[in-house]
């Protein structure tokens, strides 16, 4: 049954809609936090699974991403989207049951956890451009400055990630059944901020929409063509490879090795990363919007770097946590900044479609850098896990200061 477009009662809805999206998007994120924790931890700790295995499953969990998050800023372009992310954050709570059943029953097996993480995959590949692609039309409608507005829902995206993160450290101690049924309730709790939203309709008459394949096209020409948006795309998407790959199997690998830390360890590697986040978004946004953003960023990748390349040492645990943060930080600013270029830049009518385009880019290496780094690791050894993809990522930030206009790219009036 459709569900209803309409807006809710006056006395049902705050002064601020901006606030009731903020909710949904937390308890969205804190229950993929949770499963940030959960799904390593099952594959690394509870089935106990080799680097190559780790890294295998790391790129599953990602891999939905890559082959249909086109398709999802495609799809949210052309519908009303505030009961269109209400059915998706509806449905991402199937397989969660289902795995509590498997759990319960004691039949987990890797490829059971495969195919467990595909599902949440597929449907946050819909659920993200839609979500991100919805600010922008709040902002504007509450008069709301738009890259403001992005760097504190970016923050608040990375503390519900803290939150669920912590959460999901708790999975040594209490079991996995009790942290799935935490996540349908942040599920709910996010429905409940999206019914507080106004309808959201598409911007164009559903007899100007021409096949599916040709507007995801339309998106990728609109993101090639515009020169603040294709560069930050290009470095983004380029990068993300190597340190995502590092990110999602390197580190886990180094817990598990080096430091022999558990659940408890994994969420505080996560948290301490977020944390990062969370405070270079707080930073950015008490300054004067960042004039010449492509710099700001293509110096945070700098950052990430040098944040890289000191874990690879093997520091001290200690030290090791707050290097995490230091890379937070770095990954904070440049993922604030490069969202802002992109949604400032993009035309409102295929918003979705250009931000499902720069979300493929930050997410979509994933996949091909967790299997790249699981097989480095397995054959080469960590340290050389790391220093590699660290030589392809300084040969990708030359290549994009000589050949692209990024390191000049500014904010529009």
């Not at 300054?287 to 492509?294: D, K, Y």
């Not at 993009?346 to 790249?372: F, K, T």
């Not at 699981?374 to 030589?391: D, E, K, Q, R, V």
Request: aromatic share 8%; hydrophobic share 55%.
């Amino acid at each position: 049954m459709p569900l209803p477009s309409r807006s809710a009662p006056p006395g049902a809805r705050p002064a601020s809609e901006l606030g009731w999206y903020n909710l949904a998007l937390a308890g969205s994120v804190a229950a993929g936090g949770i499963q940030g924790v959960l799904f390593p931890w099952l594959i690394t700790v509870h089935l106990d699974k080799s680097a190559q295995w780790v890294g295998v499953a790391q790129m599953m969990s990602m891999l939905p991403t890559l082959l249909f998050v086109l398709w999802g800023g495609a799809i949210a372009d052309r519908i009303e989207a505030r009961a269109y992310l209400i059915r998706l954050q509806l449905a991402i709570n199937i397989p969660h049951l289902a795995l509590i059943a498997v759990l319960a029953a004691g039949a987990l097996e890797y490829w059971v956890a495969i195919l467990y993480v595909l599902g949440p995959g597929i449907i946050s590949a819909f659920l993200m451009p839609a979500r991100d692609a919805a600010i922008a039309r709040i902002a504007m409608r509450e008069n709301r400055d738009l890259g403001r507005a992005i760097t504190a829902a970016t923050g608040l995206q990375f503390g519900g990630q803290i939150v669920g993160f912590g959460l999901g450290g708790l999975a040594s101690e209490i079991g996995p059944i009790p942290l799935l049924c935490i996540q349908i309730a942040l599920n709910l709790i996010s429905i409940l901020g999206l019914t507080r939203i106004h309808p959201q309709p598409p911007l164009r008459q559903p007899e100007d929409h021409g096949a599916i394949l040709g507007e995801i096209g339309d998106g990728l020409a609109a993101a090639r063509s515009d020169a603040r948006i294709w560069p930050t795309i290009l470095l983004l998407g380029t990068s993300s490879i190597f340190f995502m790959g590092v990110y999602m199997v390197g580190l886990p690998l180094m817990i598990r090795d080096i430091y022999q830390g558990g659940s408890g360890a994994f969420a505080l590697m996560n948290t301490a990363f977020m944390g990062g986040v969370m405070a270079g978004t707080f930073a950015l946004s008490r300054f004067r919007p960042v004039r010449r953003q492509g710099r700001l960023i293509m110096m945070m990748l700098l950052g990430s770097s040098a944040a890289m390349l000191a874990t690879s040492l093997h520091p001290p645990e200690w030290a090791f946590y707050l290097i995490i943060l230091c890379w937070g930080v770095s990954g904070g600013i440049s993922m604030s900044t490069s969202r802002a270029i992109v949604q400032e830049a993009s035309e409102p009518a295929m918003r979705a479609r250009i931000v499902s385009v720069y979300q493929l880019a930050q997410m979509g290496g994933g996949p091909v850098g967790s299997l790249l780094v699981g097989a480095l690791s397995g054959w080469l050894g960590l340290t050389l896990a790391f220093l590699l993809p660290l030589s392809a990522i300084a040969a990708i930030w030359i290549s994009v200061f000589l050949f692209t206009p990024l390191w000049r790219v500014g904010r529009n009036a």
